[in-house]
């Protein structure tokens, strides 16, 4: 099966092909027939927030989504609302509870701002359920249909670590705008950034049109997830034998310490790397990890974060900055390191014009990669964003990991949790 059949709704709206891809998240070549649970794609990567309303406006005004569709009151939901919003091929659905016994408030209480369900597109879910049940998995919803005048989409869901689950959905025989009980949302009702007053005269001329800005970030690279010590490697099993996903790196030892503190990380993939799960866990240390505080104030494992795929990464940390969003510092000294200077090479961005952006480069047998991370995007030191743009590496920054580590121990001391 070639990469053009398997374009996901979502990649087809944005008007990516598959060499886009590639270039963007490292997609290759892959035969899924063979494939005991084949994954198209990414669906929906759904949040529980404590204020679902104002959230929504946060991801239009600083990351630049588009609102496309809400569920609510007014639409006969009377547990929660849901704005669903893209960017892209990426697909963020903001939930939160309206009646005071809706179950997403507890899951927030709990944890705080986070993602509770990675959502994956597949062609059969019940030959996925089915799959997934004779390798243990547990089912939490059973395979069914739901309907709408756009049609039909077949659902089920399995557990994965802490409370996170996955939502196997296919949306084949479906063209509404996100899934029923959902309505589309008109572009006049959706926020646009603030612009500088237009002189009076203007209005004496008819408005040119004003063409939509470029999203930010065009596709969603990896999620990766941080759980308990001595948890790693069951997950990394499960990815194995439920999914059939195979094992795409790992960073142990040296790889992924400072003189404070170490993790472990592995990572799984399906078979074209569209969907990669990078898999965290605590490591001895003489102080606590990021992974240690994360599981804290997250009270169990979940998403730590997520890796938004952007073709111009300067752009998009300009703009986001000046809307407001933190960046993790990094110090001058890791770009007048000689060392990093003869691994890189040459990049597409002049090293002055990273080093004034605090953006990471990384290089290896395949090309080069160029990195970002944000602090913790709500009050609790947990979730967070990366921004990459690839240049043919397949990998994940193993050059970057001393000094973002670093740069995250900084963050933790000043919150007086290192």
């Given at each position: 099966m070639s990469i053009q059949q398997t374009l996901t709704e979502q990649e087809r709206l944005a008007r990516l092909?598959?060499?886009?891809?590639?270039?963007?998240?490292?997609?290759?070549?892959?035969?899924?027939?063979?494939?005991?649970?084949?994954?198209?794609?990414?669906?929906?990567?759904?949040?529980?927030?404590?204020?679902?309303?104002?959230?929504?406006?946060?991801?239009?005004?600083?990351?630049?989504?588009?609102?496309?569709?809400?569920?609510?009151?007014?639409?006969?939901?009377?547990?929660?609302?849901?704005?669903?919003?893209?960017?892209?091929?990426?697909?963020?659905?903001?939930?939160?509870?309206?009646?005071?016994?809706?179950?997403?408030?507890?899951?927030?209480?709990?944890?705080?701002?986070?993602?509770?369900?990675?959502?994956?597109?597949?062609?059969?879910?019940?030959?996925?359920?089915?799959?997934?049940?004779?390798?243990?998995?547990?089912?939490?919803?059973?395979?069914?249909?739901?309907?709408?005048?756009?049609?039909?989409?077949?659902?089920?869901?399995?557990?994965?670590?802490?409370?996170?689950?996955?939502?196997?959905?296919?949306?084949?025989?479906?063209?509404?705008?996100?899934?029923?009980?959902?309505?589309?949302?008109?572009?006049?009702?959706?926020?646009?950034?603030?612009?500088?007053?237009?002189?009076?005269?203007?209005?004496?001329?008819?408005?040119?049109?004003?063409?939509?800005?470029?999203?930010?970030?065009?596709?969603?690279?990896?999620?990766?997830?941080?759980?308990?010590?001595?948890?790693?490697?069951?997950?990394?099993?499960?990815?194995?034998?439920?999914?059939?996903?195979t094992n795409l790196a790992e960073f142990i030892g040296d790889d992924i310490a400072t003189r404070y503190s170490a993790l472990m990380s592995k990572v799984v993939a399906s078979g074209d790397h569209r969907v990669k799960f990078p898999l965290n866990e605590p490591a001895a240390g003489q102080k606590r990890s990021q992974i240690d505080e994360y599981l804290q104030y997250y009270d169990g494992p979940g998403v730590q974060h997520l890796a938004l795929a952007t073709d111009d990464i300067v752009r998009a940390v300009d703009v986001l900055r000046a809307r407001g969003v933190g960046f993790l510092a990094t110090p001058d000294s890791y770009y007048t390191d000689p060392a990093l200077r003869a691994r890189i090479g040459e990049v597409r961005v002049p090293i002055d014009e990273l080093r004034a952006r605090g953006i990471l480069v990384d290089r290896d047998e395949d090309g080069y990669l160029l990195q970002i991370f944000t602090r913790p995007t709500g009050d609790r030191p947990t979730v967070f964003f990366e921004l990459i743009e690839r240049h043919g590496s397949l990998g994940f920054g193993k050059g970057n990991f001393q000094a973002l580590f670093e740069a995250i121990e900084r963050e933790q001391a000043r919150r007086g949790n290192f």
């Open positions: 092909d598959p060499e886009r891809l590639r270039r963007l998240v490292g997609l290759v070549e892959h035969d899924a027939a063979g494939d005991p649970f084949p994954v198209t794609g990414w669906d929906a990567l759904v949040w529980v927030v404590g204020n679902a309303t104002q959230a929504a406006v946060y991801y239009q005004l600083v990351y630049g989504m588009e609102l496309v569709a809400y569920c609510g009151p007014e639409t006969g939901n009377r547990d929660h609302v849901g704005y669903v919003l893209r960017s892209g091929a990426a697909r963020f659905v903001l939930t939160g509870g309206v009646d005071p016994a809706s179950p997403l408030l507890e899951h927030h209480r709990r944890h705080g701002d986070g993602v509770r369900d990675i959502a994956l597109e597949v062609p059969d879910v019940d030959r996925c359920v089915a799959h997934a049940r004779a390798q243990g998995a547990v089912v939490l919803e059973e395979p069914r249909d739901v309907s709408d005048e756009h049609g039909t989409v077949r659902v089920a869901a399995v557990a994965a670590y802490g409370d996170t689950r996955h939502s196997l959905v296919d949306r084949s025989r479906y063209t509404g705008p996100y899934l029923p009980g959902y309505r589309a949302v008109r572009p006049s009702e959706t926020p646009s950034p603030a612009a500088p007053p237009a002189p009076a005269l203007a209005a004496l001329a008819p408005a040119a049109p004003t063409p939509a800005p470029a999203p930010l970030f065009q596709a969603l690279d990896h999620v990766v997830g941080n759980v308990e010590l001595g948890r790693m490697d069951r997950w990394v099993d499960f990815y194995n034998r439920v999914m059939g996903f």
